[in-house]
């Protein structure tokens, strides 16, 4: 079975096995980006989301788990957490950041 996938016809609802002709055509799944509006600029490191992060009012939080990379608003009661590796920062964290930085960010396929 490796190699095949079924396929559903939803003109006529027959189920059918197709086989893989050996090379996998699917496409693969585009990783993330998480890009900064006003700038236009695409985020590639904590370093240059820290920036943009102090610059609408967020702070370093340093009170919590030492293996995230923490923010918190004193206008809000909000707190962005992210793993401190940046390789890990996938989509989840950047959707995080966009809801709450409303017209700032923006998460698009790369």
Known sequence: MSGSAWC????????????????????????KVLVHIPSNEVITSYEILETKLLSLGWERYYDGD?????????????LISLPKDFTKFKSVYMYDIVVKNPN???VMDK
């Open 104 to 106: 700032m960010f923006m």
């Open 8 to 31: 559903f016809n939803q003109k006529n609802g027959v189920v059918r096995l197709v086989e893989n002709s050996g090379s996998d055509q699917r496409p693969k799944p585009e990783g």
């Open 66 to 78: 030492p293996d995230l990379f923490q923010f918190h608003k004193r206008s809000s009661i909000h």
